[in-house]
């Protein structure tokens, strides 16, 4: 990768694009440290520590911690994710917009680009006023002599461009940059808090080490301040040595693993028929179509988390806690992050979507009317319906591995962190699943634009 980077800088137009990309990164993580006015967002900060396993800790997690510091960048791309998820799940409902996808082209295109940026502002103005809901119920509000209507309106539109902002961003990298500028993004929120996450390890084992010679007990703490609550969410925070070193072990060899199978393929042979035209004889060649073990990418974990979290966040800007009573303590228990239901629900809707965006990437019927165009077959199988046939058996076992790889890396974390006690491993199994996924596609679109202007060497 390092090499890649290095070749990709001597070539001119691709050192403009990584540098675009990075000043981007740098008005992004700037805007990730401007607090929302009229908000107390040390004390909120502290709040939200306290619930780091989560769905509020999962947000803050995909906001680089920017969710719990209440500042522009709070709702981060999550509305624009959303919004992307319903359009496409619309383009598949309804006949109009399927119309307009496949058949209206490029102009097409735009308006289904230009549906999404709207349902991305709707979708940020109801999730501001959720975020600003939850600040209210604690208290963490400053209205002073303001009005607080007007308070209120501030702190949500704030919120609102901000994540406005961030779709804009996005789609400037896209354009200008390296990658996809979305997944850009979320990589580098998450990255930024790897820094936090070391010292949150070693204050861990500081915890630990207090906790086993007794200086820290639940009654210490309760008699410095803490509720019962939050005495025993904070003495969940202690990680011994040993644990420490099994989460390391762990993470790398999630990393190889799925360094892995993102450069599996399965390769279907092709055998072109000798044809002569004029005093020439073309074809006769073999070679293959390659079919991705993944070929969903990051793209299934990122739907998956945005939908399975959808009721628990609602929940909590409705300002339900698992502690509450009713339907709304009922429905936080269940979509804990840490259950046995998330992980099923989580599992289900990885497989449901990585099945969904592999039929939009490869169509199986198209590719077999190419190979017949062009005299080419798939050995052992008549050009035309037999072939798209053998193709969609292939791709549906493909797409069946792939969706139970993402599954198991997504939901592994989730399991060991309840063995271990330490609840915040579910959110950084996800986010080393993204950070690996979106690093992987990125070198290997930098890498696409070097083959394009016939660069050589790269890849010695």
Not at 241 to 265: C, D, K, R, T
Not at 356 to 383: C, D, H, W
Request: with cysteine; net charge positive; hydrophobic share 50%.
């Amino acid at each position: 990768m390092i090499q890649t980077i290095r070749n990709a800088w001597a070539v001119p137009e691709l050192r403009k694009k990584m540098l675009f990309t990075v000043f981007a990164l740098l008005i992004f993580r700037l805007g990730s440290a401007i607090p929302v006015p009229y908000i107390d967002s040390a004390a909120l900060e502290q709040h939200l520590a306290l619930q780091s396993g989560t769905i509020l800790g999962l947000m803050n997690a995909m906001s680089g911690s920017a969710f719990s510091m209440a500042t522009v960048f709070a709702l981060s791309i999550q509305p624009y994710i959303n919004s992307s998820i319903i359009i496409q799940l619309l383009t598949v409902a309804i006949p109009a917009l399927e119309r307009l996808a496949k058949e209206g082209g490029e102009e097409g295109r735009k308006k289904i680009a230009s549906i999404t940026r709207y349902t991305t502002v709707a979708i940020a103005l109801l999730q501001g006023f959720g975020y600003y809901s939850l600040i209210k119920s604690y208290g963490l509000v400053e209205t002073g002599s303001m009005n607080a209507i007007w308070v209120g309106v501030v702190i949500v539109l704030s919120f609102t461009a901000g994540s406005a902002f961030l779709m804009w961003l996005g789609e400037q990298i896209t354009e200008f940059g390296i990658g996809n500028g979305i997944s850009i993004l979320l990589f580098a929120g998450i990255v930024s808090r790897f820094p936090r996450m070391v010292g949150d390890c070693i204050s861990g084992v500081t915890l630990w080490n207090q906790v086993r010679q007794g200086t820290v007990t639940t009654e210490t703490l309760t008699e410095a301040g803490f509720t019962a609550d939050q005495a025993a969410a904070y003495l969940k925070q202690a990680l011994a040595p040993w644990m420490i070193a099994l989460i390391v072990i762990g993470m790398l060899a999630l990393v190889v693993f799925i360094v892995f199978i993102s450069n599996a393929e399965r390769r279907l042979p092709v055998q072109y028929a000798k044809r002569v035209v004029g005093r020439k004889m073309y074809g006769g060649q073999s070679t293959h179509i390659p079919m991705k073990v993944n070929m969903s990418g990051v793209m299934p974990i990122i739907f998956a988390q945005s939908i399975a979290s959808l009721p628990a966040t609602i929940g909590a800007f409705a300002g339900w806690t698992v502690k509450s009573e009713g339907f709304g303590g009922g429905m936080m228990r269940l979509f804990d992050t840490s259950k046995p239901f998330y992980s099923v629900l989580y599992f289900l809707l990885i497989v449901g979507f990585s099945y969904f965006y592999a039929t939009m990437q490869f169509n199986p019927i198209e590719v077999s009317n190419n190979l017949k165009k062009n005299g080419g077959f798939i050995p052992g199988f008549r050009p035309g319906k037999p072939t798209a046939d053998f193709i969609t058996k292939v791709l549906s076992k493909i797409t069946m591995f792939g969706a139970l790889y993402l599954s198991v890396v997504a939901i592994a974390p989730i399991i060991t962190g309840n063995l271990v006690g330490y609840s915040s491993l579910a959110i950084g199994g996800t986010s080393v699943i993204i950070v690996v996924g979106v690093a992987l596609e990125t070198v290997k679109q930098m890498e696409a634009q070097m083959l394009m202007r016939h660069y050589k060497g790269f890849l010695e």
